[in-house]
């Protein structure tokens, strides 16, 4: 502790190197809190998915609707605990550029299928009372300004028209993950309503007992179904959400390519700038050895000094992105969610002191190695 | 007297570690930088050229993609009548009904089922969307369970390959043909008859999805929106198919344009400060070698002239090799969900001789700008102080 003046001596002793070192730092560790932010945003959908739920499409194409009978053989089979259903019906409030999900669900059923959405009690009496009320996320509403009782225009791209909802809850999540998007109402309202289609909805989905029974129940229920008119491709939530991030594009690979050419840079950078200011200071630490202090302390000085620099200017990199990510979804309400999460936020500071550490090594063994009589002699 | 040419190119061939790390960061920079612009520039183009002059998509009022659309035989029939629409020797025409759905095919790259965009047209189809050409095979024919596949779908789905047998809804297609179409949307999809496509996916045979339509010229577009308008019958949205298209990718450019962007900024201010820190302190670290040039009579602008051309050399090499090393991605191919249907979307990325050039720019700009300062600072320091320095 009492060689602290000492490091912050060597700390501003050049105060350019010192802003462009932590300058270093904070852009890699932001672009890092950034990548983490983007990846979670496109992984949403299979972070969030219950293991215990399975969805059952048309297999055809999930385009193609099931008829509503199915419903009943569902429960039949051993081991189901629940079964929902839901449609897309594909609209937009007032301009399509507003894009949320909306969904006619079977609402005796959904939420408790779904019972991370988290709806107040009488909010959902008045839901159920009502045979135009729907249920919206609350960063919907937010971003719409949608308040309790609100009549809702929404135009129906697939069933023409313009349909008007009253909002009489809104739900929020249990988890960051959890897509505060969507806007749901009764299946039995688009029953009523639509021209055609009637007596068919869009998907099943089936929670089970234990997820492990997941595999034999969806194949029961496509043989149950094979060779009818309206075959079934049945499978773990988790499947099918990752059916489709899969299908965005190999994201993975390239928020970890670029994170590697930019933490490869960083570590070249930062070990080359401690590198050239040891040796700048060569003659400093041959005195400081004259006058006693000891290789080792000196090896640890220089090691403290570049986890200084991480750690400032790393921690405030990921700071700040956690800040911009608090902000919301930087493509106005393309992502469903946009956040750093907790495991990244740890990783993030594991790898800030690994690399202050990495950063430090080399330069630390020149100072450790350093012989007196050579290093004064220079000139 | 100029500091000679030789200065620069041995001090940075004595500092190897600094001179690399320098370029090895602008290479980084630049390579992504070249590889996001490819992408983006690959994608735009394959929506331009789905989309030709004087064709006009339409689409039933307020459906926002060709998939929940919905137009009737009455509408198609009343929209061809309309005086505007080209037509060819014998009085027919140039329009096509056609309906879109998705459906499952193995996706060879991710191992799993994937969604393609299915459309079911008539003969019709080829006269309106003239950039299709039919490169292997033939087109289908009326009534006959058979695909025609784009070449990019043939290329992403297991068992799209010509004379091959596939399953879609209980029923067998053949595929006879694979077409083109100037890297465009269509080359992604597979094409079949329109009414066994309503068939297989159980929809009334008197409605279509959308129309495409090609006009006499281009100037006639808005003649043709008001024509349509005043007819009560025609409840329909008409658009360019530029337009249409454009509005189509809009999730998508706007993911790849501020996502990309945004990290591609983020790594730029980053390679500015890395490039920065190692040329400044391989700069500080000379302080006494600079002084002595100074001390011999060279003058200070001459140095800074050496210094900056030292800082040029290595951007000239951190560039050169960023944009070597964003070369294979030229024509890579790459594929994407379409949002507005949940199918995929294949487009190569674009690297031009100009975006080189940008690429090239921005590394320069990169250089110089981390050279200038710490260049005019080394000269202001007295050379007798400099050469004191511990």
Same mark, same amino acid.
């Given at each position: 502790?009492?060689?602290?003046?000492?490091?912050?001596?060597n700390?501003?002793?050049?105060?350019?190197r010192t802003?462009?070192? *932590?300058?270093?730092?904070?852009?890699?560790?932001?672009l890092?809190?950034?990548?983490?932010?983007?990846?979670?945003a496109?992984?949403q #959908?299979?972070d969030?998915? =219950?293991a215990?739920?399975?969805?059952? #499409?048309?297999?055809?194409?999930?385009?193609?609707p099931?008829?509503?009978?199915?419903m009943?053989?569902?429960?039949?089979?051993?081991?189901?605990k629940?079964?929902t259903?839901?449609?897309?019906?594909? =609209?937009?409030?007032?301009d399509?550029?507003?894009f949320?999900?909306?969904?006619a669900?079977?609402?005796?059923?959904?939420?408790?299928?779904?019972?991370?959405?988290?709806?107040?009690?009488?909010?959902?009496?008045?839901?159920?009372?009502?045979?135009?009320?729907?249920?919206v996320?609350?960063?919907?509403?937010?971003?719409? #300004?949608?308040?309790?009782?609100?009549?809702?225009?929404? !135009?129906a791209?697939?069933?023409?028209g313009?349909?008007?909802?009253?909002?009489?809850?809104i739900?929020? #999540?249990?988890k960051?993950?959890?897509?505060l998007?969507?806007?749901?109402?009764?299946a039995s309202y *688009? $029953?009523?309503?639509?021209?055609?289609?009637?007596?068919?909805?869009?998907?099943? !989905?089936?929670?089970?007992?234990?997820?492990?029974?997941?595999?034999s129940?969806?194949?029961e229920?496509?043989?149950?179904?094979?060779n009818?008119?309206? $075959?079934?491709k049945?499978?773990?939530?988790?499947?099918f959400?990752?059916?489709?991030v899969?299908?965005? =594009?190999?994201?993975?690979?390239?928020?970890?390519?670029?994170?590697?050419?930019v933490? *490869?840079?960083?570590? *070249?950078?930062?070990?080359?700038?401690?590198?050239?200011?040891?040796?700048?200071?060569?003659?400093?630490?041959?005195v400081?050895?004259?006058?006693g202090?000891?290789?080792?302390l000196?090896?640890?000085?220089?090691?403290?000094?570049?986890?200084?620099?991480?750690?400032?200017?790393?921690?405030?990199?990921?700071?700040v992105?956690?800040?911009f990510?608090?902000?919301?979804?930087?493509t106005?309400?393309?992502?469903?969610?946009?956040?750093?999460?907790?495991?990244?936020?740890?990783?993030?500071?594991?790898?800030?002191?690994?690399f202050?550490?990495?950063s430090?090594?080399?330069?630390?063994?020149?100072?450790?190695?350093?012989?007196?009589?050579?290093?004064?002699?220079?000139? | 007297?100029p500091?000679?040419?030789?200065?620069?190119?041995n001090?940075?061939?004595?500092?190897?570690? &600094?001179?690399?790390?320098?370029?090895?960061?602008?290479?980084?920079?630049?390579?992504v930088?070249?590889?996001?612009?490819a992408?983006?520039?690959?994608?735009s183009?394959?929506?331009? &050229?789905t989309?030709l002059?004087?064709?006009?998509?339409?689409?039933?009022?307020?459906?926002?993609a060709?998939?929940?659309?919905?137009?009737?035989k009455?509408?198609?029939?009343?929209?061809?009548?309309?005086?505007?629409?080209?037509?060819d020797?014998s009085g027919?025409p140039?329009?096509?009904g056609?309906?879109?759905?998705?459906?499952p095919?193995?996706?060879?790259?991710?191992k799993t089922?994937?969604?393609?965009q299915?459309?079911?047209v008539?003969?019709?189809?080829?006269?309106?969307?003239r950039?299709?050409?039919?490169?292997?095979g033939?087109?289908?024919?009326?009534?006959?369970?058979?695909?025609?596949?784009?070449?990019?779908?043939?290329?992403?789905?297991?068992?799209l390959?010509i004379?091959?047998?596939?399953?879609?809804?209980?029923?067998t297609?053949?595929?006879?043909? +694979?077409?083109?179409?100037?890297?465009?949307?269509?080359?992604?999809?597979?094409?079949?008859?329109?009414?066994?496509?309503?068939?297989?996916?159980?929809?009334?045979?008197?409605?279509?999805?959308?129309?495409?339509?090609?006009?006499?010229?281009?100037?006639?577009?808005?003649?043709?929106?008001?024509?349509?308008?005043?007819?009560?019958? @025609?409840n329909?949205?008409?658009?360019?198919e530029?337009?249409?298209?454009?509005?189509?990718?809009?999730?998508?450019?706007?993911?790849i344009?501020?996502l990309?962007?945004?990290v591609?900024?983020?790594?730029?201010?980053?390679?500015?400060?890395?490039?920065?820190?190692?040329?400044?302190?391989?700069?500080?670290a000379r302080?006494k070698?600079?002084?002595?040039?100074?001390?011999i009579?060279?003058?200070?602008?001459?140095i800074?002239?050496?210094?900056?051309?030292?800082? @040029?050399i +290595?951007?000239?090499?951190?560039g050169?090799?960023g944009?070597?090393?964003?070369?294979?991605?030229d024509?890579?191919?790459?594929?994407?969900?379409?949002?507005q249907s949940?199918?995929?979307?294949a487009?190569?990325?674009?690297?031009?001789f100009?975006l @080189?050039?940008q690429g090239?720019?921005?590394?320069?700009?990169?250089?110089?700008?981390?050279?200038?300062?710490?260049?005019?600072?080394s000269?202001?320091?007295?050379p007798?102080?400099?050469?004191?320095?511990v």
């Open positions: 502790m009492k060689f602290l003046f000492l490091l912050a001596a700390i501003k002793r050049k105060k350019i802003f462009l070192t *932590l300058g270093s730092y904070f852009t890699a560790f932001l890092f809190g950034l990548l983490s932010a983007i990846k979670s496109f992984n #959908g299979v969030v998915a =219950g215990n739920r399975i969805v059952v #499409g048309n297999k055809t194409s999930i385009i193609m099931l008829p509503i009978s199915y009943e053989k569902f429960f039949e089979l051993n081991g189901v629940n079964v259903y839901a449609s897309w019906f594909g =609209g937009y409030y007032k399509p550029k507003n949320f999900a909306q969904m669900v079977d609402s005796y059923t959904y939420f408790d299928v779904y019972s991370e959405f988290k709806i107040e009690k009488n909010q959902f009496l008045d839901f159920m009372k009502d045979r135009q009320g729907c249920i996320g609350k960063k919907t509403a937010e971003k719409y #300004g949608f308040k309790i009782g609100d009549k809702i225009p929404i !135009i791209s697939v069933w023409g313009v349909w008007e909802f009253n909002l009489r809850a739900y929020t #999540g249990t960051p993950e959890d897509d998007t969507q806007f749901f109402f009764h *688009l $029953e009523e309503r639509r021209p055609w289609g009637k007596g068919m909805v869009g998907w099943y !989905i089936v929670e089970i007992e234990k997820p492990e029974l997941a595999f129940i969806s194949r229920i496509d043989s149950i179904f094979s009818s008119p309206y $075959e079934t049945s499978d773990t939530e988790k499947a959400a990752l059916g489709f899969k299908q965005i =594009g190999n994201i993975e690979l390239i928020i970890l390519s670029i994170g590697a050419i933490f *490869l840079t960083l570590l *070249l950078v930062t070990s080359n700038t401690m590198e050239l200011s040891v040796r700048e200071r060569s003659a400093e630490f041959a400081l050895k004259t006058i202090f000891s290789d080792s000196l090896y640890f000085l220089t090691i403290s000094e570049s986890l200084f620099y991480s750690f400032m200017g790393g921690s405030l990199g990921i700071l992105a956690k800040l990510t608090l902000k919301g979804d930087p106005g309400g393309f992502l469903p969610v946009f956040y750093i999460s907790m495991n990244q936020m740890v990783l993030g500071f594991l790898l800030i002191f690994v202050g550490f990495l430090g090594i080399l330069p630390a063994r020149r100072v450790y190695k350093l012989r007196i009589v050579e290093a004064l002699g220079r000139i | 007297m500091v000679p040419v030789t200065y620069s190119l001090s940075i061939k004595a500092r190897k570690t &600094s001179s690399t790390t320098a370029i090895l960061c602008i290479a980084g920079v630049v390579c930088f070249v590889a996001v612009m992408m983006a520039n690959g994608f183009k394959m929506l331009k &050229s989309g002059e004087n064709n006009l998509i339409i689409l039933r009022k307020g459906s926002s060709e998939m929940m659309s919905v137009i009737s009455e509408q198609f029939k009343a929209v061809g009548d309309i005086n505007l629409v080209k037509r020797k027919n140039f329009i096509s056609e309906i879109v759905v998705v459906a095919f193995f996706h060879k790259a991710t089922n994937a969604l393609a299915v459309r079911g008539q003969t019709a189809a080829l006269g309106v969307h950039q299709v050409k039919i490169v292997k033939r087109f289908f024919r009326e009534g006959m369970y058979e695909f025609v596949v784009g070449k990019n779908a043939a290329n992403m789905y297991e068992g390959e004379n091959k047998e596939v399953k879609l809804g209980g029923r297609f053949k595929v006879v043909g +694979i077409m083109e179409s100037d890297g465009s949307l269509y080359e992604s999809e597979v094409w079949c008859d329109l009414r066994l496509l309503q068939e297989t996916y159980k929809r009334p045979l008197n409605i279509v999805s959308t129309i495409f339509l090609t006009l006499k010229t281009k100037s006639d577009f808005s003649e043709f929106k008001k024509a349509v308008e005043k007819d009560p019958r @025609l329909l949205d008409v658009k360019t530029k337009e249409f298209f454009e509005e189509q990718s809009r999730v998508i450019t706007t993911l344009r501020i990309g962007f945004l591609a900024m983020v790594m730029a201010i980053g390679a500015v400060f890395a490039a920065f820190n190692t040329i400044y302190s391989s700069l500080a302080t070698e600079l002084a002595t040039l100074r001390a009579g060279f003058s200070p602008l001459s800074i002239g050496a210094l900056l051309f030292e800082s @040029l +290595i951007s000239f090499c951190g050169f090799l944009c070597l090393l964003s070369l294979p991605l024509e890579f191919s790459a594929s994407t969900l379409n949002f949940f199918s995929q979307v487009f190569t990325f674009e690297i031009s100009s @080189l050039l090239m720019l921005f590394a320069f700009i990169i250089g110089i700008s981390a050279g200038s300062l710490p260049a005019i600072r000269t202001k320091l007295k007798s102080d400099a050469l004191r320095e």
